[in-house]
């Protein structure tokens, strides 16, 4: 791999990950296109999903500290038998990220199977369409007022098998999670913001389970600095996607991405028959 595939892939799969456009579809597509498949080693998808976590850590740093605090706290709350009512947001954001993660190990099983979708350049361009009715229907839901105080336990569910349906290369996790959070009445700037704390789980789950299989295969440690190169990419470009995003949800409108989902499906579907 070069430095320039790896800032390639590093700059997609920090814009994808974030703008509901599908990273992993992106991703795949961009292998293909650019006939690097054999080159990119499974560490390397590894640290990229790192870089992105990080760039979620930066961009929600209060909350992440609130809720590290609150976990602490309500820990000692039920050793002396003091819980207060109502429950701290924060308190209550934590056992709504772990609820809404639950899901995702109905997919361990079939692991393998959705990770097989990745070289079909025809579901990939179908699922991109998918992802894009689902942002330009968003647009057309009700204003929902719910947020970490009122959310409740089947709204979180559902967003959490929306999370587990979105690991489908070309379903996008955030437009999957933030769409289906607008569907069940989050308000808009609290189903972007639940989305983004989701991904810390879900992408930490997956990167130990593929850290294992990666160090297996063995690491070509010489190639650690194009590595680091894409990992950085990702990172910055990241962070920026979700200051972005955050904009576009203070308007409600992702109408926007809906079309380049189309577009992009279709052009992947157009070039898939060509070849």
Known sequence: MTFLQSILLGLIQGVAEFLP???????????????????????????LHLGTLVAVFVAYWQDICDMVREFFCGIGDLVHHSTPTPVPPARRLILLIILGTLPLFAILPIKDTVEGLKSSMVFIGAALIVTGFLLFFSDRARKGRKDARSATVLDVLVVGVSQAIATVPGISRSGMTITTGCFVGFERRFAVRFSFLLSIPAVLGANILSLKDALTGGVDWSQLPVYLAGVVV?????????????MIADKGRFGAFAYYCWAAGALTLILNAVK
């Open 234 to 246: 990702a990172a910055v470009s990241g962070y920026l996607c979700i200051r972005l995003l955050k």
């Open 21 to 47: 456009i599908s990273s992993s579809g992106h991703l795949a597509i961009a292998q293909n296109l650019l006939n690097i498949n054999a080159e990119v080693p499974a560490f390397y998808d590894v640290l």
